[in-house]
């Protein structure tokens, strides 16, 4: 089945980490869909924060039927997912029993990024088979995408 790798990334290091997968499923001959997360009005993560309740996204995601893996991936703001990430998740459709990897990127500490969207997906019937955080105070190095390397191996090794 195909793979759909969705990010919100307007900079940073998540766009760096989406396209690095996007190359590595492609090496390995995997199809994927690549989309991107995007707000109406686009706005930085704390007007997000302060604006939540009526964010509304540019496009959602219709179904996730035809695919057999969805990977989300997200900046960290405030020790969480973006905003817009979260009311992703919350629109998504069709999540009963469909697998899920989700990635964080951050200059810091993580915090609880990846389990408030694992809770999510959790309360849609989505199953969560592998997930990590990237963090680095630096601009992500070759070091870093090795990082991102093994994730992918370990993740498309369990699908």
Known sequence: MKKVLIAYYPSGETPKVAEKMAELFSKKGIEVSKKQIELEKPLEPAAQLKEEKSLQLKDGIESLAEYG???????????????????????????????????????????????????????????????????????????????????????????
């Open 69 to 159: 893996l969805v990977v989300i991936g997200t900046p960290v703001f405030l020790f969480s997912p973006v905003p817009a990430v979260s009311l992703f998740i919350r629109n998504l459709p069709d999540c009963e029993g469909k697998k899920f990897v989700l990635f964080s990127t951050s200059i810091g500490l993580s915090g609880t990024t990846i389990k408030r969207m694992q809770s999510l997906l959790s309360m849609k019937g989505g199953k969560v088979i592998d997930c990590e955080s990237f963090s680095s105070i630096f601009e992500f190095d070759s070091k870093k995408f090795l990082e991102v390397e093994k994730f992918f191996a370990r993740f498309v090794a369990k699908e």
